[in-house]
């Protein structure tokens, strides 16, 4: 049985990640007739279409950084598993494990196209947009894998 606490602390972690989410899919869909991205149409993107990019990045990372960095532990700690001093890959693993995410393997490499969009170069304008191509297909599965883990937190512990 899930206590009250993590169980509030989950609530208001799924309320957070269910903002990143609907928001990333939002500047997704803005800008899907953009992708694939050339650097000759992203140069010709309009201000709002680039501030729709800039939001796309921005709410990947921090639902990719509130599952890992937050809700994961919590999670693991209402299913009692003992996951302190884990290595990501080793909490990533029992997660699959556990069937709450579909692979260690596809986390991983959402993580890697994240630290492709995170420098802001002007000058790489090649390298971000092979990052915003990446991203546009990588924001959709971290979008399912949200879905999934969300499922699992209210089919397992009915809190939502």
């Known amino acids: 049985m899930i206590n009250e606490e993590n169980a509030d602390k989950i609530r208001n972690l799924i309320a957070a990640c269910d903002a990143h989410n609907i928001r990333m899919k ?3 869909k ?3 007739s953009h992708f ?3 650097k000759a149409i992203f140069i010709e993107l309009s201000e709002d279409q680039i501030s729709y990019t800039d939001q796309l990045i921005l709410r990947f990372l921090k639902l990719q950084d509130l599952l ?9 700690l209402a299913l009692e598993e003992d996951y302190s001093n884990q290595p990501f890959i080793d909490i990533l693993n029992r997660l699959e494990q556990l069937k709450i995410i579909d692979s260690s393997e596809k986390w991983i490499a959402m993580r890697e196209v994240r630290n492709l969009i995170t420098h802001d170069y002007p000058h790489l304008i090649g390298e971000l947009v092979e990052g915003l191509n ?3 297909v990588k924001a959709l599965e971290l979008s399912e894998q949200y879905d999934k883990i969300r499922g699992f937190v209210t089919g397992r512990f009915d809190i939502l």
């Open 30 to 32: 803005k800008l899907s």
């Open 36 to 38: 694939p991205l050339s």
């Open 134 to 136: 990446q991203l546009s």
């Open 68 to 76: 890992g960095q937050k809700l994961f532990p919590h999670i693991l």
């Open 26 to 28: 939002s500047a997704l």
